[in-house]
């Protein structure tokens, strides 16, 4: 039966792939985003109206008594105008992550990807291989599938694969049939809990597929588990691995596999992604040649382009694990790295910010620059105790700490010189693609 949902915060990674998802099932969509009212990243709202979503200023007018239900993500507050209105009228409130795991669990084929890192990548990849394998899945993707040029699938196949998030307990929600854990680290919860969560959510699942190199995934497994591994005997194993600037190949269980994807941990996700297709029936051989299509997922260490010798890179890494895995990718090859680092929030600051400085001075060296600003910060509370100057200190003299977003771009130029490689870093932030963008413009001038 139709319902008519208004998502509030519509343009977040979450909720913008479940809105069209929503769409897709035969659902009336409407939302509103602070985003669209503050004028960043026009043109993904304009994408949503022309899928026939209706969206409104994030000032409680788009909520009527005509909807069934307002969803909200975590980082929509109480004070948010929608929600105000929403309770002054009754209208139900339900979590965005909630409703995701209704509609996923309701699918009678569920695949999804938990993990610190490499969870939205991996999905992309599941994705790829079950669409092109003709399987017609329904797809929640945090990151934009480049093959696709989109954040969700709406397919009509009855497999329905998803990221699942820990980092608010929500993946306590979803019952996989498929569970893929592509790692166990610090990010937003301390380890104690992320174990709990984790094994909770593979021990659900009819099939687990588990990272057999990282310590903490592996002592998760049980005994219905399939493992994957680019190191040592595992179900699902990469040998002959060869690694080049433009991309890496291998062979997977006697199949050849190359894709335009660089590093170990892009191979590693691979492996996650044809273990949980193969699981539906998709052939191994079949799922790698697949993958030598699937172009990655948009700010996945992307490259944006090259200027007078100076190449920039955009990238979503914002933890010490994604971070360390760009990183040690770009390291494996020539060239300077000048980092822009702009943190998520103030809140996640607090949590890693001695892991973060610590990988960062693991994975550069005396020659490369990091420059950082302040953390993101889109309005409502924050805790602001720990700051990114307590990462520059704890760096050292290769790190610098920047008034602005602005003005550490401005001593990324200054800094930069042929052969060396800008990176853009950062989450949650939409316009980043664009200041990487503008960098290689000033380049060019």
Known sequence: MSKHYFLSGIGGSGMMPLALILKGLGHRVSGSD???????????????????????????????????????STAVEDTVPDVQVAKKTGIHIIKRAELLADIFNSFPKRIAVGGTSGKTTTTGMIAFILKEAGLDPVVMCGGIMKNYGATALTGKGDVFVTESD??????????????????????????DELRVLFGDFVNKARVPVINADNAESLALNNAQTKTYSTKTDADY????????????????????????????????????????????????????????RFEGIKRRMEWV???????????????????????????????????????????????M????????????????????????????????T????????????????????????????????????????????????????????AIRK
């Open 34 to 72: 602070r985003g669209r009212d503050q004028g960043r990243s026009l043109e993904k709202f304009t994408d949503l109206e022309k899928q026939g979503v209706i969206l409104f200023p994030q000032d409680g007018s788009g909520i009527g008594e005509q909807l069934d239900a307002l969803v909200v």
């Open 353 to 384: 910010w001695k892991e973060l400085a610590e990988t960062f001075k693991a994975h550069t060296d005396a020659n490369d620059r990091i420059f950082m600003p302040d953390p993101l910060y889109l309005g409502g509370t924050a805790d602001k």
């Open 305 to 351: 382009g090259e200027a007078n010798g100076i190449t920039v890179i955009d990238d979503f890494a914002h933890n010490p694990d994604k971070i360390a895995a760009t990183l040690s990718t770009l390291k494996a090859h020539e060239g300077r790295l000048i980092i822009v680092f702009q943190m998520h929030g103030y809140g996640p600051l607090k949590l």
């Open 166 to 191: 820990e980092s608010d307990g929500t993946i306590a929600l979803f019952k996989p049939d498929v569970a893929v854990l592509t790692n166990v680290s610090v990010d937003h919860k301390g380890m």
């Open 237 to 292: 194993t990469a040998t002959d691995i060869f690694h080049m600037p433009e991309g890496v190949a291998a062979i997977i269980n006697g199949h050849a596999i190359g894709m335009d994807l660089q590093g170990d941990h892009n191979l590693s996700n691979a492996l996650a992604a044809i273990a949980a297709a193969h699981a539906y029936g998709v052939d191994i051989g079949e799922a790698c040649e697949i993958l030598g």
């Open 386 to 441: 720990i700051g990114t100057r307590q990462v520059v200190d704890a760096i050292g003299e290769r790190a610098h700490w920047c008034e602005t977003r602005e003005a550490a771009g401005l001593a990324a130029l200054l800094e930069a010189h042929p052969g060396d490689r800008i990176v853009v870093m950062g989450a949650r932030d939409d316009t980043l693609s664009t200041f990487a963008q503008g960098l290689l413009q």
